[in-house]
């Protein structure tokens, strides 16, 4: 049989499943789970290339014969079953090298369906949260906690252990796993739940890539990738907390340790206008910090004066000049920052 008509079959179950012809549910499930069963078991490989052509219309015919609220059995047996197999294609996808990209749409509509289901309880969320979080398959724990907050509040506290440790490969699994889940959301709860149980241990850890302040192995070949993964996460949090009214008490929580480490990470580094005798300085970094100390201070000018007022005259005069060499283009080449001199606010005025 050739591909083709296999693929052309599964469509037509598909169109027979959303059909709702009685009488033909369980020979039609039985049709359908057969192929998803030898997924599951390995007899056959998502990779293979049939397999990614049939599995997303296999999916959508299953969605088709799952009811949503409905408790029966059956159904639950079902809910259960493609939730397990959501999860564990999921967790083999890794870099996402062995899913296609119609398979793993079709595997996150899957795993959707299921979650919302009334059958998939708290508790089985909180499960499948911790047990990717201690697997650190990272990948596939944020594909679930972007579809639940109990999943994600469960097992935060295990990705801040993750950054803790001295190992890089941890440092960037756990890292890449938030950054989807903060690129992938706009919920500020969601948000709120990640920076409250690993957020300071996103923000110490990029002060170390950035500063090198720890012997970590690799760090250099890792400090470009980590720095960039977690501006993204801290500067999408900036930009959810600066969003709406209700969460002006988050950002003035946020602001002071985030200029705080761009200034550390400004001083180590230093500027394309003022270089840093630091061996392994990058001038780069410290222009990234300077922008977004700029951007910070253009669109929420009142929070980032009160946060001013908890810095040290000397992080303040390191903050006042890099302001001044971002705004200039970094013209003034060996220029010093200025000790005193106070930066005019006016300026960052919308």
Known sequence: ISQQVVVESCKFLGVVASSGLEGMESSLLMALLKPLDAIQKGTIAVSDQPVASI????????????????????????????????????????????????????????LSTCLKNEVVT???????????????????????CLRSNVALQSSIDMVGQSLTDMNPVRHLGAVGGLRQ???????????????????????????????????????????????????????????????????????????????????EIIRFNGLPNQASPQPGAEPTLGRIMAQSIVHVARTTPVAFKASM??????????????????????????????????????????
């Open 55 to 110: 599995l997303p219309h296999l999916f959508g015919a299953v969605m088709n014969l799952m009811e949503p609220g409905d408790s029966k059995k059956s159904q639950e047996a079902l809910v259960n079953a493609m939730l397990q197999l959501s999860v564990e294609l999921l967790s083999k996808s890794g870099d996402n090298s062995e899913l296609t990209m119609d398979v793993r749409q079709a595997t996150e509509r899957m």
């Open 122 to 144: 708290a508790g089985r969320q909180r499960a499948i949260g911790v047990d990717m979080a201690k697997k650190e398959q990272w990948d596939a724990w944020a594909t679930v």
């Open 309 to 350: 007022g908890a810095l040290s005259d000397h992080t303040r005069a390191v903050l006042e000049f890099a302001v001044r060499s971002d705004m200039s283009g970094y013209s003034a080449a060996g220029a010093q920052a200025p000790a005193k001199k106070k930066l005019n606010l006016k300026n960052f005025r919308k």
């Open 181 to 263: 889940i903060v690129q992938g959301s706009k919920s500020i709860d969601k948000i709120g739940i990640l920076m409250k149980g690993a957020g300071a241990e996103l923000i110490g850890l990029f002060k170390t890539y950035g500063t090198l302040s720890v012997d970590i192995k690799d760090i250099h070949a890792n400090r470009m990738t980590m720095a960039a993964d977690a501006m993204k996460i801290l500067l999408v949090t900036y930009q959810q907390f600066t969003s709406r009214a209700d969460t002006d008490e988050m950002l003035h929580a946020l602001l002071p340790p985030l200029l705080e480490v761009w200034i």
